[in-house]
């Protein structure tokens, strides 16, 4: 059984995405997000971009079959024009980080209007609180569960700790039962990752889900396509973690189960230092 899982890599580098997108990474991913992230994450060993709506536009102009998703501010002022520019820009998809209201949703969504689809990222315990009335909203096309954010709100050591203490499966339950898709985290390459990228793909396939983050494994930091080429095969990776994927979709019940529990220790151990 073949289920699909939309990739995306953050990027603003034209030649890096144009590659990506040839090697199967199947959205690329503009973060316009500077307002109140520095204040978050600025002290974490986390990925600020710092990208700019011309950055839309030239990826725009090489993104090939891949759809062009913008990560723009939380909702503020300034948020329709934001909104307008980028769609103006070439973005497919508008995702909208760090809200908390049902009001932003909504929003945000007659903003939009129905140009292009409309990812909220769920990332604040009162978004979570809130899913059953976010899938309602018109002109949401899926949803995405930020977990970089939702497990410190939360005040979890991990970031994978809400795959374990069933945070994410309950939600993910919401938005199947209202046929919504969804995608949650970051994902490293086969083989690679504190939390194997295989125990991750496990839950994925689990639970639903048919989009997730490439982590920096994917791209290493490069400042561009010739160092990205050195460090690793792009479509040899993205061939594994698709193939791992469908292995983990053709799954007897007896090995999802054994998978889940395999999964929960590991994220226990981690926790537990």
Not at 32 to 56: A, F, W
Not at 135 to 141: F, M, Q
Not at 224 to 249: P, Y
Request: glycine share 6%; with cysteine.
């Amino acid at each position: 059984m073949n289920r699909n899982l939309n990739l995306m890599l953050i990027t603003n580098n034209i030649d890096v995405a144009k590659y990506a997108s040839g090697c199967g990474v199947t959205r690329l991913f503009v973060d316009l997000e500077v307002n109140g992230k520095y204040e978050r994450q600025g002290h974490l060993d986390t990925v600020i971009s710092y990208h700019s709506m011309t950055d839309v536009g030239a990826i725009n102009k090489v993104k090939g079959k891949a759809e062009l998703l913008v990560r723009l501010n939380p909702y503020h002022i300034n948020s329709e024009q934001e909104i307008n520019s980028a769609i103006e820009h070439g973005a497919d998809i508008i995702m909208l980080p760090m809200f908390r209201t049902i009001e932003e949703v909504s929003i945000f969504s007659e903003l939009i209007a129905g140009r292009v689809k409309f990812i909220p990222l769920i990332e604040t315990i009162d978004a979570a609180n809130i899913v059953s009335d976010i899938v309602k909203v018109k002109g949401v096309s899926e949803v995405y569960f930020g977990l970089n954010d939702l497990h410190r709100e939360m005040n979890c050591k991990f970031m994978f700790e809400p795959l374990q203490n069933g945070c994410i499966e309950a939600l993910a339950k919401i938005v199947t039962n209202a046929r919504m898709p969804f995608g949650f985290g970051g994902i490293a390459r086969i083989g690679e990752g504190i939390l194997p990228a295989e125990l991750i793909l496990s839950e994925h396939a689990r639970l639903g889900s048919s989009n997730v983050i490439l982590s920096r494994t994917f791209h290493g930091n490069s400042s561009n396509l010739d160092d990205l080429k050195m460090s690793m095969n792009l479509q040899l990776e993205v061939t594994k973690l698709l193939d791992s994927f469908n292995e983990h979709i053709s799954r007897s019940n007896e090995q999802v189960t054994k998978d889940k529990l395999l999964l929960d220790e590991t994220i226990a151990t981690i926790v537990n230092g």
